[in-house]
Each structure stands twice: as C-alpha cells, then as structure tokens.
C-alpha cells in the first residue's frame, strides 16, 4: 500500500512509497485513512530535525493527524465498519512510568512513549492501518474529513483543561485570555477559549489573509504587532507560536495570578537577553504560572470530539485552507502563505 515516509534525521528523503499491509499485531480495527493533516513538527520531520524509525526498520511514515473509516471491527469494542475515527497519536512507554500506567501518556515521565507518525511507529499517512480499539476515538459522522482537526484539538483541550486545574488553586474568575499565534493551535485554542465563555483575543504578525476574519466570525478580536501595544492585561495567555520573546512579553502582559500556557515547541540555539531578577520577582510578587503542555490523552480527545462537534461547521471548513490528492503529495508540503490547516487526502 501506499504511504508517505522519510529516513528520519536525514532531510531530503520524504517520498511516497510502498509499505507492507498493516501488522496484525498492532490490532484487531483495520482503518482505511480518509485524510492526513500536516503540521510543523510533519515540517520538521521532513527537514531532518525530529523523527524515529520503528525499530529495525530504516523509514518511518508520517502523519499523526487523521480522520480514517473503520473497515474491520471486533463485536463488543464500540465501532463498526463506516464509522468515522481518529487514531490517538502517543502510546504508553512499556515499563510503564505512574502516569502512563493510569492513561495518561501525555505525561510520560520516562520518555520511552511512542508516537505514530514521529517516534518509531508508523503514522497514518499510509491507505489503511490496524490498531486497538482503546487508541480509537470516534467523530460525529457529520463532520467528515474535518475530523482530521481532532487531534489538534485534542493538544488545546489539554491545554485548558490543565489552565483550570492550575488557576483553580486559589478562587479564580478569568475573564480574559490572549492566545497568540493564530495557526490551527491558535485558532482551535480561541475556539475553545469562546466556547469557556471567556473573551478571547488573537495576536498574530499578519494583518492580512483568512486569518483576522476567522477570529472576529469566533466573536473574538484578532490583534496585529506586539503584546505590549494591544493594552491587555489577561488573566490566561495561551502560546502556540514557540517565539522566545513573546513568552516574555506575555508574562510581562499577565494579570496577577496569570496562567501562561506554552505550546509552542521553538528551534534551540536562539538566545535572548532577559533580566532573571525581574522576572523572577514579577512571577513571585503576582503568583505568576508559566507552564508547557504537550499531546493529550483519551480524555481529551474526547473533549475535543465534544468541542468540534458543538463548533459551527462552517467555520472549521475554513481552517482547512487546502486540500491535496495524494497524486500531489508533494504541494501538501510546501507552505503556501495564506495556510492554516492542509490535508493530504488518501481517499473519498
Ligand atoms: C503532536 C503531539 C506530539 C508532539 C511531540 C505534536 O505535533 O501533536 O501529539 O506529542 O508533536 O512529538
């Protein structure tokens, strides 16, 4: 069958090859991919920064973010041929660590977990593949390919879930979130900022294309420039563009007893002068918290099959900015500048 793979660590080697039908062993629900979403860290992969073969194997395929139909399904384990699903991206490392042992994976402590699509294990960026049914989550039939969007949805349902848990140690009533970077994390983190009730606000560098429009039709306001010059003072700030300076200058922003989410996974290697003493002191005297969130467990996927569901159609369809016929795998890759979110269709 046909799938999309590299020789990760080695840039230049993304091409569209032919892999062995799935493995029995990695399940009884056999799935055929309806679509993939391509995402930076897909980016990154191909460029040769990120990525694990599966063990003894020289290739890796791509893809963690999917929308497939069940073809094959075990009685008793909820699914059915036709139904629309999402396979979960992380698995638990084998010892397992006390946090996967209990399901949650995304808070691996051993670092031993596996990902489909970036460590050793094939993503879904292949014609079909097979899995258990406990890494399966369904979406509403209705939502079609735009199901693809749940896995990063699923990153900001953790995202909020654990900004509650964290602002929710002392009385806490937000009124108010900025979320910058207005990329498909940004965008589905507004989204779910709307649907809390809070008042959300978008900063992004770009004052031009889909994105502005996308953010006022949410019911929220999309800024353009520097945090300093939108005059806010939130009480949450979530990050989804990895950019140093601006993790600075949101905890400069904060409200006291902010809660500063960060999403963003940056490049190494870009330095920033930044007074320690000031920071320190700032975060202290407001009981400032800075946290990072990565992945997401069970649990959230299925806040996030919630939160797609409840969203207006309408309005997901347009975060899908483009989508590319695996004949034309190719251009699937290639960032066009008015993107949000492309999908890399295997099938109807
Ligand atoms: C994925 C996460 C994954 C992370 C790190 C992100 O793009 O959405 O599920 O944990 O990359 O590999």
């Known amino acids: 069958m046909r799938a999309i793979t590299v020789v990760p660590l080695q840039a230049g080697t993304v091409s569209l090859t032919d892999l062995p039908e799935p493995d029995p062993a990695d399940g009884p629900v056999l799935v055929e991919t309806i679509a993939v979403g391509v995402c930076g860290t897909d980016l990154e992969i191909i460029a040769g920064d990120y990525g694990w ?7 890796l395929a791509l893809g963690h973010e999917s929308i497939g139909r069940v073809l094959e399904a075990p009685s008793g384990s909820g699914l059915a041929a036709g139904d629309l699903v999402v396979g979960v991206v992380r698995r638990p490392d084998p010892e397992p660590c006390p946090n996967c042992a209990m399901g949650q994976w995304d808070m691996c402590r051993n670092g031993n977990y596996t990902e489909w699509g970036i460590k050793a294990h094939h993503g879904y960026a292949r014609e079909r593949y097979r899995i258990t049914p406990e890494f399966v989550v369904k979406v509403a039939p209705g939502l079609g390919e735009l199901g693809a969007l749940l896995e990063p949805t699923s990153v900001v349902a953790k995202a909020w879930d654990h900004i509650f848990r964290i602002g929710t140690r002392a009385s806490w009533s ?3 979130v900025l979320v910058t970077g207005a990329g498909p994390i940004g965008l589905l983190a507004a989204l779910l900022g709307v649907q809390r009730g809070l008042q959300v606000h ?11 429009q996308l953010v006022a039709d949410l019911g929220a306001t999309y800024h353009h420039g520097d945090i300093a010059s939108t005059g806010l003072g939130p009480d949450i700030v ?29 490049p190494k290697g870009r330095a920033l002068g930044v007074d320690a003493g000031e920071v320190n002191r700032h975060m202290v005297l ?3 918290v800075v946290f990072g969130s990565v992945n997401a467990n069970r649990a959230h996927y299925e806040a996030a099959a919630q939160a797609l569901a409840k969203a207006d159609p309408a309005w997901l369809a347009r975060l899908v900015s483009r989508q590319v016929p695996l004949e034309r795998w190719q251009e699937a890759y290639q960032r066009q500048p008015d993107d949000v979110k492309v999908l890399l269709r295997f099938g109807a």
């Open 174 to 176: 937000p009124q108010s």
């Open 286 to 288: 407001e009981n400032d």
């Open 202 to 212: 978008v900063l992004d560098q770009v004052d031009r294309g889909p994105k502005p």
């Open 53 to 59: 073969a599966p063990p003894g194997e020289q290739r």
């Open 238 to 266: 979530v990050e989804c563009t990895g950019v140093g300076s601006l993790v600075f200058d949101a905890m400069d922003a904060m409200a006291p007893n902010g809660v500063l989410c960060l999403t963003g996974v940056s």
